[in-house]
């Protein structure tokens, strides 16, 4: 008989990204979409490798391409236990097909191993098109090593195991401890994301104490930028600089901690689903609750009802949301000037005035449910398609969270940013208007996406709320614009960002348009 | 007879404070198509589950085949199959993938897992539709598969939610037959119903469960006795009211 993890696996990659589906449907809208979805995976697979190249020149150019590989092996970690915190334990437990694996003869190892796989699988996709181009940049540049390459491709394939174990375990965690709290949802969200930073602060700290007597030349100042990055990732880099044993105990290190989080697990596997599961019990019903009012609020109510109730939706609608608000929170207790006065020229903090509103647009990218807010209807869609509504006003109500969450933050970070690097009221009205601007593009572009990009047959909601392609072409065209506009913004400010705005605003123009015209929702 | 399903003492309270099952105890053996019946949320479908060893227990033991559901739970799930009441299928495989998974998970040998497959297939008129997406299936098709791929390893004990919910006049009648079938072979039935026509003329045993204790089992006759099933559900429940 196969391996039973293997079969559980090999059924979970074949719902992934819709292959299977496209391969056996008769309808070629299907078979369209999918193809879509691969070419933009393509083009960001792409653009993400030519970035890299870039860096990697750059960085063989100073003659510190040594730490390149263990400085890609942290990179790739860190963005591995930022989404694994992020996704939190839903991956794992409290999934749709529960009922259907636990009734199979497979052991708990065999479920949870088969999950990790998968998650396993998506983040070596994720690290292969970092770690590759850089290490053969790097192996054009200064010449080919048998050791570096067998050393680069063992650190890559044991790199995901380490974070994953960590940000699921402790998410779990998290989530147990509130799932009978009322404000759950909120709460593991606040906590992910302080327990994000603290572990951010305790490498930081750790790398810094340990490196501090050898920051004198280069090279100890990239180990120690790894370090800062990723802690385990300096065990790597010990390795590629000479230190055999390292990269053994890097792998060590990495394989332990998931056979100890696959052990754990599984022995508490069927007791977290249900602590997961549970939901805090209800409030009694007075005839005070009876309420009236419009057809478009009560779809709005719905709405912020479903993002407080839905983790996924909500994972979705804070993160950026809540980086904005420590982001202002944290600004305002720094001083701008302290920033440049080390640097051997005065930087004139007016440089950067410009550059809120590009944060700002990086941040609100991230948060947006209306990107996912279709999709999660899931197969309770007909009971939304059916309501004798216009399909544009279903559509709009979706978009009104994203809109309602993005602003009073943006609004909030950007008036503290303004205030600390004391901009001009030019500067001031282009900053807050963008803000507004970019959370209404954010909003229908969210949507519209949704709309032209649903996957309902989701067996994990988080899954459609970070993974899916509108969520995913939303934060790559905020990143880029918010790049972009922080970059350019220090040549052209008010001009840059008055063009991205005129930009936002005409394509809101266009999608709203758009909306109008479709005549009903259609269940396929 | 031999018992295949032994529930002891079986207790099961939520995380949130609901008991669901308290001190239910019953014996399935082979041959028994067994019903199960009580009113929503009386704790019928978390016992079917804990059966299944879906849902961990709080105290009892639950054997099937002798074998002890906490402690042997791969050996327990391989002699029986389960189908919940509204069965969540992988709509992006094909029906006929969704078959072979099953038979891979369940080490069903590759000619008769053909020929299971062809018979039931058949019998059920879905064979032509195995090439095509789940997602594409009615609400029925997906029951009738969901049936398929229980029926695929032989189940000692098959336990099923509400089996014949979404199932047409002539798939429900060929359940029944192949319920019975598989009792003469010696298998085992226990489902739960609300249909209580059904379980009157189908089942030769049957439980009655209100807020998770049984208040009333055995043999479908000796429940019933001269009353209909009907009748004798309202009058149970109301004495223990009272």
Known sequence: MKNKWLLLTKIQLMGLLGFNKARHSKDAKTVRRTAGTAAILLLVGVIICAYVVFFAVEFCKQGIGAHLPALLIALTSLITLVFSLIQGCSVLFAMKDYDHVMSLPVKRSDILISRLACIYLANIVFALPVVIPGTIVLFVMDGFSLSVLGI????????????????IALSTLLTALTARL???????????????????????????????????????????????????????????????WGIFAFMGISAAAAALFVLIAALCFERVHEALSVRASGVKYSAQNVRGGSAFSALVKREFKRLFTASGYLLNALAGTLMLLIAAGALLFLDPNALFAQAEEPVPLSMFAYAGAGVAFFCIGMSNPAASAL???????????????????????????????????GL???????????????????????????????????IFLNYKFPKYDWTNPTMVAKNSIPVMICVFVSMALGFGCIFLGVWKGFWVYLAADILCIALSVAVWVYLSRIKTLSME | MKTILQIDHLSKTYAGGKKAVDDLSLRVCEGDIYGFIGQNGAGKTTTL???????????????????????????????????????????????????????????????LRRERIEKYAEMFRIKDDLGSLIGAYSHGMKQKLAVIAALLHAPRLMVLDEPFVGLDPEAAFKLKQVFREMCEAGSAIFFSTHVLDVAEKLCNKIAIIKNGKLIADGETDAVRGDESLEEVFMEVLESHEK
């Open chain 1, 182 to 244: 009322r404000c759950k949802n909120i709460l593991q969200i606040v906590f992910s994301i302080l327990l994000f930073v603290g572990l951010m602060i305790a490498s930081f700290s750790l790398s810094f104490s340990s490196s501090s007597q050898e920051a004198i030349d280069m090279n100890a100042v990239f180990s120690m930028m790894v370090g800062n990055v990723y802690l385990p990732a300096l065990l790597v880099d010990m390795t590629l600089t000479g230190t055999v």
């Open chain 1, 152 to 167: 680069t491709l063992a650190a890559t394939l044991f790199s995901p195991l380490l974070p994953m174990a960590v940000a």
């Open chain 2, 49 to 111: 589950r804990a059966v299944t060893g879906i849902l961990p227990f709080d105290t009892g033991e639950i054997r099937i085949d002798g074998m002890s559901v906490k402690e042997q739970p791969v050996a327990c799930k391989a002699i029986t199959a389960y189908i919940p009441d509204n069965p969540d299928l992988y709509e992006y495989l094909t029906g006929i993938q969704y078959l072979n998974y099953i038979g891979d998970i369940f080490g069903v040998e590759k000619t």
């Open chain 1, 412 to 446: 909030l970070f950007s008036v503290v940013f303004c205030l600390k690097f004391e901009t001009d009221a030019l500067c001031w009205a282009i900053t807050l208007f963008s803000v507004v601007a970019f959370s209404l593009f954010c909003a229908l572009s969210g």
């Open chain 1, 375 to 409: 999709s999660l209807e899931g197969k309770s869609r007909e009971q939304l398609f059916v309501l004798p509504l216009p399909a544009k006003r279903i559509l709009l109500a979706k978009a009104v969270p994203t809109f309602v969450c993005n602003v009073p933050a």
